[in-house]
């Protein structure tokens, strides 16, 4: 497996000791309980190995949309379609632990120069970063 769990620049991420499968069901459930939906699923994997036979670990990116946040900030922009929705990647770590990577909101401020996005893209951080968290407790039984 390549890649390493170093978080990127423009992005926050939480390791959790869970297996991929319980991993995705969590970070579905949490991403909900903060008003995102999935709009888009891409299984990497799988589509790296039917398009180039390329062998790799569970990998996916989560299309999260919050469609209050999603408006105001088309309200601001029209062109920020090119930014949403908010990916959440989830990807396989060694060892039975799994990687959940959110795209920083902040990184459409620094894409757009539309004012008032800037509060637009704090809350909707606010509301992933609490996702996250949520996913750093322990499950409920």
Same mark, same amino acid.
């Given at each position: 497996?390549?890649?390493?769990?170093?978080?990127?620049?423009?992005?926050?991420?939480?390791?959790? @000791?869970?297996?991929?499968?319980?991993?995705?069901?969590?970070?579905?459930?949490?991403?909900?309980?903060?008003?995102?939906?999935?709009?888009?699923?891409?299984?990497?994997?799988?589509?790296?190995?039917?398009?180039?036979?390329?062998?790799?670990?569970?990998?996916?990116?989560?299309?999260?949309?919050?469609?209050? #946040?999603?408006?105001?900030?088309?309200?601001?922009?029209?062109?920020?379609?090119?930014?949403?929705?908010?990916?959440?990647?989830?990807?396989?770590?060694?060892? @039975?632990?799994? #990687?959940?990577?959110?795209?920083?909101?902040?990184?459409?401020?620094?894409?757009?120069?539309?004012?008032?996005?800037?509060?637009?893209? @704090?809350?909707?951080?606010?509301?992933? @970063?609490?996702?996250?968290?949520?996913?750093?407790?322990?499950?409920?039984?």
């Amino acid at each position: 497996m390549t890649g390493t769990p170093a978080t990127a620049p423009y992005g926050t991420a939480v390791t959790l @000791d869970a297996p991929f499968d319980e991993a995705v069901a969590r970070v579905r459930s949490a991403l909900a309980g903060q008003g995102f939906g999935v709009l888009t699923e891409i299984d990497v994997r799988a589509t790296l190995r039917e398009k180039i036979g390329a062998a790799m670990e569970p990998y996916l990116i989560l299309g999260a949309c919050n469609p209050p #946040l999603a408006h105001r900030a088309l309200e601001t922009d029209r062109s920020l379609g090119l930014l949403l929705p908010c990916n959440v990647v989830v990807r396989a770590l060694p060892d @039975d632990r799994t #990687l959940v990577e959110a795209l920083d909101p902040a990184t459409m401020v620094r894409l757009s120069d539309a004012p008032g996005l800037r509060p637009i893209a @704090d809350e909707a951080r606010r509301k992933l @970063d609490a996702a996250l968290d949520a996913l750093r407790r322990p499950p409920q039984a």
